[in-house]
């Protein structure tokens, strides 16, 4: 750089073409040390003495206005007047360069010079030039200069020199301003840049989640497809268990329902033991499973509601191994549970099922759950129509039979006013019936009683021997027990022996009329023929007991008495007291 | 002579020992009641007596199916009885079982 001091004694004391390399060296200098990348309030500040030193100046100021900002620099100035600028300086930028006027471009430097601009009032006092230079949107800057340490003006090659340093300052104030663009550009790049590295972060969880959610739609559309072909339970519990297994990557578990009353429980397992279905299905699974349900309180499920058992004690307490459970509610009646046991990660612990896990174990139980209670319900319309199937069979019975029994009542109306009308015609030709048909039916009603009675030896009297023989004896029943008592009677039951079976007087001896020669000869043919013999048996259509009198009285017994009244009688007595 | 008869011919004494022996059951029988001995006599014809020191009863007899036997009495009874061997034990009401066994 070349200072004022060491220029010979004074520019102007230079010869033309001296001066004018004196010129083209300063604005080299100023050139090399503007070229340097720098902010523009920094060119601002290293411009002023590049300036002032080739022209021998004695102050010099800048304000700069770049990107709303305003940068004051000065060099020469006392402090007060250097404030002075630094409170109006945005005042006399706008002067030069009107807000409403601003240019959007570079243009050329506007140079002023004269005595005039000593006495400005809005100027530092002495100034001898002002230069302002526009770099287009918004950025501008105002130079101002004072008087040459000579105290001479300013000639027209000084003025060029000036009006070519402040190019200069025009041009690195451009670059400056360029590449302050570009680095704000860069920085904004460089901001977009990570917004939108933030927004692909964002965009690629969106579609894992996105993924994710498929996933669990898919795997819900084909269990939902799976289980919904199968209408027995049974089998729905078996599909289930096995699509939830693959769906969360488990290589193990269970599923056990109960239902209301005790033996009535279904459960599968897969990759367990065999035992562990026998351990489900039994009183104490059920009760093991049952009492998760208490254990909840509060939080027990509601009918077609199932819930998640975060407790790892809780989980232990079931029946069967369990890294995850869910306890389930059909219905008031029908209770169950879920157990998912090892798996595929290895992972054993507490938070082995993440929130989407969770989710759609919720989703996949609640599809499960409406599947079952369809083909519970469709199970329970089965039993109905087979129970009324059975009942139209039993009343498709019950009105044949109804309709077999009209028929039959029908014949047998039919029958009756037949016969009415038969024995209505029979009447009334037996009274039209002569004398003779009578003789000959009476005739040959004897003659068939005749030959009857020579073919059987036990043959019908014509007229009964009873009725002919002399009437017995009778004897009142208290009588008659009191003399059995006394006088050492015989009682003698003459009925069948069938009757006699049937009930007896005590110690009354059996003799049937029609076995009577056999018994009396193995019971009685040794009695005294004066003791009494007190005989009793008859009803309405045979007379037994004279019967068999008169035979004891034709065999020589003197007294045969009949009982009157019978058994019957004697029964009415009561019990036979004590002597 | 066939084989058909030759069988047959074979088969023929095992029928004939097969068969009831209906002419076994006719003859004479003794039981005991307490002090009175009962004879009975089986006739050929059917006729039978029933006898005893003061008394003498006619009836008839007929075989039953199964060792069975009734005598049937003048009035129209019947006696049922069991054939047990060569005894013969028969039932009447208000008396013990008599065991009648044949005499020689």
């Given at each position: 750089m070349i200072s004022p001091k060491d220029t010979p004694d004074a520019p102007g004391s230079l010869t033309g073409t001296d001066r004018q390399l004196f010129h083209l060296k300063s604005l080299y200098e100023a050139s090399s040390a503007l070229a340097v990348p720098a902010r523009p309030a920094d060119l601002l500040r290293a411009f002023l003495p590049v300036a002032m030193g080739p022209l021998g100046l004695t102050f010099g100021f800048g304000i700069l206005l770049h990107a709303g900002a305003l940068t004051i620099e000065s060099l020469g100035l006392q402090p007060p007047a250097a404030d002075l600028y630094r409170a109006s300086g945005l005042d006399l930028v706008h002067k030069f360069f009107p807000e409403d006027a601003a240019p959007a471009h570079p243009s050329r430097p506007v140079i002023l010079a004269g005595e005039h601009l000593s006495h400005d009032p809005n100027l530092p006092m002495g100034t001898a030039a002002v230069i302002a230079l526009s770099m287009g949107a918004g950025t501008h800057a105002v130079l101002g200069f004072g008087p040459k340490v000579a105290g001479v003006p300013l000639d027209a090659d000084e003025t060029r020199l000036l009006d070519g340093l402040a190019s200069v300052l025009g041009h690195a104030l451009n670059n400056a301003t360029a590449m302050e663009c570009v680095r704000d550009l860069n920085t904004s790049l460089a901001r977009r840049n990570d917004d939108l590295h933030r927004a692909l972060g964002e965009s690629e969880r969106a579609r894992e989640a996105l993924s994710r959610h498929t996933l669990q739609l898919r795997a819900l559309y084909e269990t939902t497809l799976e289980m919904i072909?199968?209408?027995?339970?049974?089998?729905?519990?078996?599909?289930?268990?096995?699509?939830?297994?693959?769906?969360?990557?488990?290589?193990?578990?269970?599923?056990?329902?109960?239902?209301?009353?005790?033996?009535?429980?279904?459960?599968?397992?897969?990759?367990?033991?065999?035992?562990?279905?026998?351990?489900?299905?039994s009183e104490t699974g059920r009760g093991a499973v049952l009492a998760r349900f208490v254990a909840l309180k509060d939080r027990i499920p509601h009918a077609n509601h199932a819930c998640l058992v975060d407790d790892p004690e809780e989980r232990q307490a079931l029946p069967a191994q369990a890294d995850a459970a869910v306890l389930f509610t059909l219905d008031q009646g029908w209770q169950g549970a879920i157990g998912l046991s090892a798996p595929l990660s290895g992972e054993r612990d507490d938070e082995l099922l993440d929130e989407d896990a969770r989710q759609l174990l919720h989703s996949l139980v609640a599809n499960f759950m409406v599947t079952l209670g369809n083909a519970r319900q469709l199970d329970l319309i089965r039993e109905l129509n087979s129970e009324l199937a059975a009942r139209n069979v039993d009343l498709q019975t019950t009105l044949d039979a109804l309709t077999s029994a009209k028929r039959e009542i029908d014949v047998q109306t039919k029958a009756k006013e037949h016969l009415v009308a038969l024995v209505h015609g029979e009447v009334e030709r037996v009274w039209r019936a002569s004398w003779l048909d009578i003789c000959l039916i009476l005739l040959a009603g004897a003659t068939l009683g005749i030959l009857y009675n020579l073919s059987s030896p036990g043959g019908i009297d014509l007229v009964p021997k009873s009725l002919l023989a002399p009437p017995p004896v009778m004897i009142e029943a208290a009588e008659a027990r009191r003399l059995a008592r006394d006088d050492k009677a015989v009682i003698i039951d003459a009925r069948p022996g069938d009757f006699f079976l049937q009930g007896h007087i005590p110690d009354a001896v059996n003799l049937p009329e029609d076995l009577f020669e056999f018994v009396y000869s193995m019971k009685l043919s040794d009695l005294d023929p004066a003791v009494p013999l007190l005989v009793y048996g008859r009803n309405i259509s045979r007379r037994y007991d004279a019967d068999v009198a008169r035979q004891l009285e034709l065999l020589g017994h003197e007294r045969v008495l009949l009982i009157k009244g019978g058994l019957d009688a004697w029964n009415g007595l009561g019990p036979e007291e004590a002597p | 002579m066939t084989r058909r008869d030759l069988l047959l011919l074979m088969l023929l004494p095992a029928f004939t020992a097969c068969a009831p022996d209906r002419d076994t059951l006719p003859g004479d029988y003794?039981?005991?009641?307490?002090?009175?001995?009962?004879?009975?006599?089986?006739?050929?014809?059917?006729?039978?007596?029933?006898?005893?020191?003061?008394?003498?009863?006619?009836?008839?007899?007929?075989?039953?199916?199964?060792?069975?036997?009734?005598?049937?009495?003048v009035a129209g009874g019947v006696i049922p009885g069991i054939i047990e061997g060569e005894d013969i034990r028969l039932t009447l009401p208000g008396v013990p079982p008599l065991v009648f066994t044949p005499l020689p």
């Amino acid at each position: 750089m070349i200072s004022p001091k060491d220029t010979p004694d004074a520019p102007g004391s230079l010869t033309g073409t001296d001066r004018q390399l004196f010129h083209l060296k300063s604005l080299y200098e100023a050139s090399s040390a503007l070229a340097v990348p720098a902010r523009p309030a920094d060119l601002l500040r290293a411009f002023l003495p590049v300036a002032m030193g080739p022209l021998g100046l004695t102050f010099g100021f800048g304000i700069l206005l770049h990107a709303g900002a305003l940068t004051i620099e000065s060099l020469g100035l006392q402090p007060p007047a250097a404030d002075l600028y630094r409170a109006s300086g945005l005042d006399l930028v706008h002067k030069f360069f009107p807000e409403d006027a601003a240019p959007a471009h570079p243009s050329r430097p506007v140079i002023l010079a004269g005595e005039h601009l000593s006495h400005d009032p809005n100027l530092p006092m002495g100034t001898a030039a002002v230069i302002a230079l526009s770099m287009g949107a918004g950025t501008h800057a105002v130079l101002g200069f004072g008087p040459k340490v000579a105290g001479v003006p300013l000639d027209a090659d000084e003025t060029r020199l000036l009006d070519g340093l402040a190019s200069v300052l025009g041009h690195a104030l451009n670059n400056a301003t360029a590449m302050e663009c570009v680095r704000d550009l860069n920085t904004s790049l460089a901001r977009r840049n990570d917004d939108l590295h933030r927004a692909l972060g964002e965009s690629e969880r969106a579609r894992e989640a996105l993924s994710r959610h498929t996933l669990q739609l898919r795997a819900l559309y084909e269990t939902t497809l799976e289980m919904i072909d199968i209408h027995e339970p049974g089998g729905i519990l078996d599909a289930f268990l096995l699509s939830l297994m693959g769906t969360l990557s488990f290589t193990g578990g269970w599923i056990a329902l109960y239902g209301p009353g005790h033996g009535r429980a279904e459960a599968v397992c897969r990759g367990l033991a065999p035992c562990v279905r026998e351990e489900l299905v039994s009183e104490t699974g059920r009760g093991a499973v049952l009492a998760r349900f208490v254990a909840l309180k509060d939080r027990i499920p509601h009918a077609n509601h199932a819930c998640l058992v975060d407790d790892p004690e809780e989980r232990q307490a079931l029946p069967a191994q369990a890294d995850a459970a869910v306890l389930f509610t059909l219905d008031q009646g029908w209770q169950g549970a879920i157990g998912l046991s090892a798996p595929l990660s290895g992972e054993r612990d507490d938070e082995l099922l993440d929130e989407d896990a969770r989710q759609l174990l919720h989703s996949l139980v609640a599809n499960f759950m409406v599947t079952l209670g369809n083909a519970r319900q469709l199970d329970l319309i089965r039993e109905l129509n087979s129970e009324l199937a059975a009942r139209n069979v039993d009343l498709q019975t019950t009105l044949d039979a109804l309709t077999s029994a009209k028929r039959e009542i029908d014949v047998q109306t039919k029958a009756k006013e037949h016969l009415v009308a038969l024995v209505h015609g029979e009447v009334e030709r037996v009274w039209r019936a002569s004398w003779l048909d009578i003789c000959l039916i009476l005739l040959a009603g004897a003659t068939l009683g005749i030959l009857y009675n020579l073919s059987s030896p036990g043959g019908i009297d014509l007229v009964p021997k009873s009725l002919l023989a002399p009437p017995p004896v009778m004897i009142e029943a208290a009588e008659a027990r009191r003399l059995a008592r006394d006088d050492k009677a015989v009682i003698i039951d003459a009925r069948p022996g069938d009757f006699f079976l049937q009930g007896h007087i005590p110690d009354a001896v059996n003799l049937p009329e029609d076995l009577f020669e056999f018994v009396y000869s193995m019971k009685l043919s040794d009695l005294d023929p004066a003791v009494p013999l007190l005989v009793y048996g008859r009803n309405i259509s045979r007379r037994y007991d004279a019967d068999v009198a008169r035979q004891l009285e034709l065999l020589g017994h003197e007294r045969v008495l009949l009982i009157k009244g019978g058994l019957d009688a004697w029964n009415g007595l009561g019990p036979e007291e004590a002597p | 002579m066939t084989r058909r008869d030759l069988l047959l011919l074979m088969l023929l004494p095992a029928f004939t020992a097969c068969a009831p022996d209906r002419d076994t059951l006719p003859g004479d029988y003794s039981a005991r009641n307490g002090e009175i001995e009962i004879r009975l006599r089986l006739g050929k014809d059917g006729k039978g007596v029933w006898s005893t020191d003061t008394d003498e009863i006619p009836f008839k007899w007929s075989r039953r199916d199964e060792g069975h036997i009734w005598l049937h009495t003048v009035a129209g009874g019947v006696i049922p009885g069991i054939i047990e061997g060569e005894d013969i034990r028969l039932t009447l009401p208000g008396v013990p079982p008599l065991v009648f066994t044949p005499l020689p």
